[in-house]
């Protein structure tokens, strides 16, 4: 019983320090994300790679832009400019799962081949596993909502029926 108590207590302790620890880092986080410039600050770039947004923040005001899953790049120029070159846009082959529902409750595995700021196209082969009648190939559209979480819509345009597909998914 005695073991038992000890334990409690340091898993109880545990979890108090993780919590406590976790506060800390959010006050952190956000004094990072504060776009307000001190007063020694003539410019500010944050980076937030799980909102897939970099903003620029000078005292003439702040520019928010999204990006992509593609190679961006910052540039201090010698007039002590920030030039941020982010592509919006252009073509991709990435892959993703997905479930979601169409008549039923299907699997997707799917390929983009498009994206424009958060917004991804592709194609996906949808199955379900017990059975084999229901294959089906839809066009998608997806839209990223948090990191690597995206709501797609697809319509089904080949075969005898046109259904449309719902789904959540993550790139791999």
Avoid at 5 to 30: E, H, N, Y
Avoid at 49 to 72: H, S
Avoid at 159 to 171: A, F, M, T, Y
């Amino acid at each position: 019983m005695k073991k038992y108590l000890i334990m409690a207590s340091i898993i109880g302790a545990i979890i108090v320090a993780l919590f406590t620890l976790r506060s800390c880092q959010k006050k952190r986080d956000t004094a990072i994300a504060n776009p307000n410039l001190s007063p020694d600050v003539k410019e500010k770039i944050i980076v937030n790679p799980l909102k897939r947004t970099i903003i620029v923040a000078t005292k003439n005001g702040t520019t928010v832009t999204t990006l992509p899953d593609r190679p961006t790049s910052i540039e201090l120029l010698t007039n002590g400019t920030v030039r941020v070159r982010v592509p919006q846009w252009g073509f991709e082959a990435i892959p993703y799962i997905g479930i979601g529902y169409s008549r039923q409750v299907n699997d997707y595995i799917g390929l983009d081949f498009f994206y424009w700021k958060k917004l991804d196209a592709g194609f996906a082969f949808s199955f379900d596993r017990l059975k084999v009648d229901s294959l089906g190939l839809p066009l998608t559209v997806s839209y990223t909502v948090w990191h690597n979480l995206r709501l797609t819509v697809g319509y089904e345009m080949i075969g005898p029926r046109k259904d449309i597909h719902g789904l959540v998914s993550v790139r791999i």
